[in-house]
């Protein structure tokens, strides 16, 4: 399903650097770009044969040398030399550090230079010249095993999950250090471009990175993770595996159950005729899948759900899945932007109508303070008495979303249960009760109206 991609898919990063190089035995000449894969190079004489032997000038004081192949040529007729395109046939893994290295080093160099405090640039170039170097080797050692099948998935997967967590917390570490936003988001970028071909070799991180309907954790992207299915193979698996067994991924299981749980509480419970349910950010509304599709739930009286979502493909997959439901129960699709409610309250409350359930999960988290509020205040008032607005949100104090940051470029709102609740306070609303999910990282905070 989620083949489609903007990212250019090179396996390996390449620097356009011009490096000395020589072919051997005789042959002069500069390199134009190089990965860990092959070499770009202008030579003043043509190649006579398709295999050779190389040596690149790496630094002054480092020289690789490889066996490569011939994939392409061009001569350069104005310039009167000779380009080629190759791929290097054997590297020593030594050989290969010291190229692994020089990568982070180029990619690395303006970024480091341009830190004018001595004790950040020393933690800045430690973090990639000792942490990162080392993550980035056992990570294209890994993957490399797994092409050729050296290594079980299992195994390979443990490997994945102990540098990760290792490479974050390293990167985390240097984050709370730096205390300096803009560095931290450069940081941040050019780790994703140096590890970005391994790890983009996930379907599920690349498309959680890539974000292709211009925000994080849309619906096609919570089914991903409701499904729990690896969809890639080599160390794209590991990285399938990692996403989705993360903290971050099972709190958004466990917080779609624990809706779920909720509504059918308040179902069992309700004593009126007539059932109102406003569901704001719905997405693929799996909770409501789960209860009136899968578990075919059949409720004594009738309700009337009103689904709202931004994103108009969502609201036709919600509705596509939600058609073989009870014929006690409708459905109604609004495809709204949840700000607009804040800027026109009267036209909305008009259009939504009194409900005895509002509630949002996987929205707070993505909202500042004042509209989070607003929204509170404009749900509350939509409420009939008895009715009950449930907010979930993620606990900053239980979890840091590390891997959706450092390799999705997520950005989330971190908020305790005490900031939420007095947001609730603070829009007059006093009876409040907290309910989460079994890891603790969700919370539910649940006000009924009087
Ligand atoms: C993380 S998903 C959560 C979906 C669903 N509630 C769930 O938990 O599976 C966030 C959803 O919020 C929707 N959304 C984000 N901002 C919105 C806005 N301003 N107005 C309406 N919908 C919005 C997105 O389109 C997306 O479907």
Request: glycine share 4%.
């Amino acid at each position: 399903m989620i083949k489609k991609t903007t990212l250019e898919k090179r396996q390996f990063p390449r620097i356009m650097a011009k490096l000395p190089i020589r072919v051997t035995p005789q042959f002069f000449g500069e390199s134009i770009d190089l990965s860990e894969t092959g070499l770009g190079f202008v030579l003043d004489k043509p190649l006579p044969l398709s295999k050779f032997q190389a040596k690149i000038e790496i630094s002054p004081k480092e020289t690789i040398e490889t066996n490569f192949r011939v994939i392409w040529n061009k001569q350069l007729v104005e310039q009167k030399k000779f380009m080629y395109g190759v791929c290097f046939i054997r590297f020593k893994e030594k050989d290969l550090k010291i190229l692994r290295k020089s990568l982070t080093t180029t990619y690395t160099h303006n970024l480091i230079n341009g830190i004018k405090e001595i004790y950040k640039k020393e933690k800045v170039k430690e973090f990639w010249d000792l942490r990162f170097n080392s993550y980035l080797n056992d990570l294209s050692v890994l993957s490399s095993k797994m092409d050729n099948e050296l290594i079980t998935q299992e195994d390979a997967f443990s490997h994945v999950f102990q540098i990760n967590n290792k490479i974050l917390k390293q990167g985390d570490e240097l984050e709370t250090f730096l205390q300096d936003r803009v560095l931290v988001r450069k940081i941040k970028k050019i780790f994703r471009q140096l590890c970005g071909p391994w790890v983009y070799r996930s379907d599920i991180v690349r498309y959680a990175y890539e974000k292709l309907r211009g925000y994080p954790g849309d619906y096609e992207l919570l089914e991903i993770i409701y499904d729990k299915k690896i969809l890639s193979r080599n160390i794209g698996y590991c990285y399938d595996n990692y996403f989705l067994e993360n903290p971050y991924a099972v709190a958004v299981r466990n917080r779609k159950n624990k809706m779920k749980e909720i509504l059918l509480r308040f179902f069992k419970n309700a004593t009126i005729d007539n059932l109102s349910v406003l569901n704001l950010a719905c997405g693929s509304a799996r909770e409501l899948r789960n209860i009136f599709v899968d578990e075919e739930f059949e409720p004594e009286f009738n309700i009337v759900v009103s689904l709202v979502d931004r994103d108009k493909e969502a609201l036709e997959f919600s509705q596509k899945i939600l058609e073989s439901s009870s014929q006690k129960v409708s459905f109604r699709f609004f495809n709204h932007n949840i700000l607009d409610y804040c800027k026109e309250k009267e036209k909305y409350y008009g259009v939504l109508g009194e409900q005895d359930i509002v509630y949002s999960i996987g929205l707070a988290d993505y909202l500042p303070e004042k509209i989070l509020k607003q929204l509170i205040l404009f749900c509350f008032n939509l409420l009939r008495p008895k009715g009950i607005l449930v907010i979930a949100h993620k606990d900053s104090k239980q979890y840091k979303p590390l891997a959706p940051d450092w390799w999705c470029d997520w950005t989330f709102y971190h908020r305790s249960e005490e900031d939420v609740v007095n947001v609730f306070r603070d829009c007059n609303i006093f009876n409040i009760k907290v309910e989460r999910d079994p890891t603790s990282v969700m919370f539910f905070v649940i006000s009924e109206k009087k």
